[in-house]
C-alpha cells in the first residue's frame, strides 16, 4: 500500500504502518499533552498502541483461517479506522470465505471475553464467597490470621457528583466500601476466636475532607473511617486492634486512572510540597499491625504530609 512503512514480520507475514496512522498517534499524543500534560499524554498513547494491538490481532484472526484454506498473505497495514490484511486470492468457496471474514470478530469476542475475566478477578475481594474461599485456605496452610490490612481500592473516574454515572459510583463503592467490609466479616470471627488480631483500613484524607470531582472516593473513604471506628469498638474487648490510615496521595498505579489535573490538585494541597512515599506508609501500617500498638483502636492515623486539620 502507498505512504506504508514496513515495520517488521509476524509469522511470515509483512506489518506495515501507514503514515497517516503515525500522524494520528501523534495528534493525539500533542492534544493529551497540551491539554492534559505529559502523563496524560503518555498515557493516552499506551492506551493507543494496545487499542491497535487489539486491531493487529483482529487481522491475524483474518490471516491464519486463510491460511488454513491455501490463501497467503504477504502483508497486513494498519490505518487509522483499523487494519488491512491482505489475501492473495479470493477463497474458492463461500463458506471458506465467510469463515475468514468472521475470524477477526471471533478474536475481539475472545479478548474482551479475557478483560471481563481480568477485571472480575479485580472484584473478587468484594465478593463474599470468595473472600471465605480464600480465608479458608489461608487458615489451612497456616492455622490463624493475626492481621487484615484493607488495601485494594481504586479512584473511579474524575468526574463532578451530575456528571457521575450511577454504574461508576457503585463500582467504586463496591471495591472501596463493600470490599473491606466484606474481608472483616469473613475474618473477623476467627480472629475473636483467638482473641487477637490487627486490622488496618487503608483510608484517604479525601475522606476526611472531600476531593472535588471525586465524590464517589472521597465518600467510600469516609465510610471506611467510619467503618473502623464502629467495628474497633465492637472488638475492644477481644484484643482486636481496628485502625484507620488517612495517607495523602502516593505515586502509584492508582494515578493511571486520574487526569493529571487532578493529580496537580492533590499536590497542590500538600504543605510538605510533594507526594508520600510508599515506604513511609509502610513503616506506619506495620506498626498498627504489630502487638506494639494494643490501645489504639477505633482510631485514624494521618499521614498527609500536614494537609489534615483533624
Known amino acids: 500500500m502507498f505512504w506504508s512503512l514496513n515495520i517488521g514480520s509476524i509469522a511470515g507475514t509483512q506489518v506495515r504502518v501507514h503514515i497517516t496512522f503515525l500522524l494520528f498517534l501523534g495528534w493525539i499524543f500533542a492534544a493529551s499533552w497540551v491539554s492534559e500534560g505529559s502523563q496524560a499524554a503518555w498515557a493516552g498513547l499506551a492506551f493507543m498502541v494496545l487499542l491497535f494491538a487489539c486491531v493487529l490481532a483482529h487481522e491475524f484472526g483474518h490471516i491464519f483461517t486463510a491460511r488454513a484454506f491455501g490463501v497467503a498473505t504477504p502483508d497486513v497495514t494498519l490505518l487509522p479506522i483499523g487494519g488491512l490484511a491482505r489475501l492473495e486470492r479470493i477463497p474458492e468457496k463461500p463458506q471458506e470465505e465467510f469463515l475468514i471474514a468472521i475470524a477477526g470478530p471471533l478474536v475481539n469476542v475472545a479478548i474482551a471475553f479475557g478483560l471481563v475475566l481480568v477485571a472480575g478477578a479485580h472484584l473478587k475481594m468484594a465478593d463474599l464467597a470468595t473472600v471465605e474461599k480464600t480465608r479458608d485456605a489461608t487458615l489451612k496452610t497456616f492455622g490463624k490470621i493475626d492481621i487484615l490490612v484493607n488495601n485494594a481500592g481504586i479512584a473511579g473516574v474524575n468526574r463532578t457528583v451530575w456528571e457521575t454515572e450511577l454504574d461508576e459510583w457503585r463500582k467504586v463503592l463496591r471495591i472501596n466500601l463493600d470490599g473491606p467490609f466484606i474481608c472483616c466479616k469473613a475474618i473477623v470471627p476467627d480472629m475473636i476466636r483467638q482473641k487477637y488480631g490487627r486490622i488496618v483500613n487503608i483510608a484517604s484524607i479525601a475522606g476526611k475532607e472531600g476531593n472535588a470531582n471525586a465524590a464517589h472516593y472521597s465518600a467510600s473513604k469516609a465510610g471506611l473511617i467510619a467503618l473502623t471506628k464502629s467495628l474497633g469498638k465492637e472488638l475492644a474487648g477481644y484484643e482486636i486492634a481496628v485502625n484507620a490510615v488517612t495517607p495523602a496521595a502516593a505515586r502509584t498505579a492508582i494515578f493511571e486512572q486520574m487526569t493529571q489535573q487532578h493529580i496537580d ?46
Open 265 to 310: 490538585f492533590m499536590l497542590s494541597k500538600i504543605p510538605k510540597g510533594r507526594f508520600v512515599l510508599v515506604e513511609e506508609l509502610a513503616a506506619m501500617v506495620a506498626w498498627l499491625a504489630s502487638e506494639d500498638c494494643a490501645f489504639s483502636t477505633g482510631a485514624v492515623f494521618d499521614i498527609s504530609g500536614g494537609r489534615a486539620t483533624y
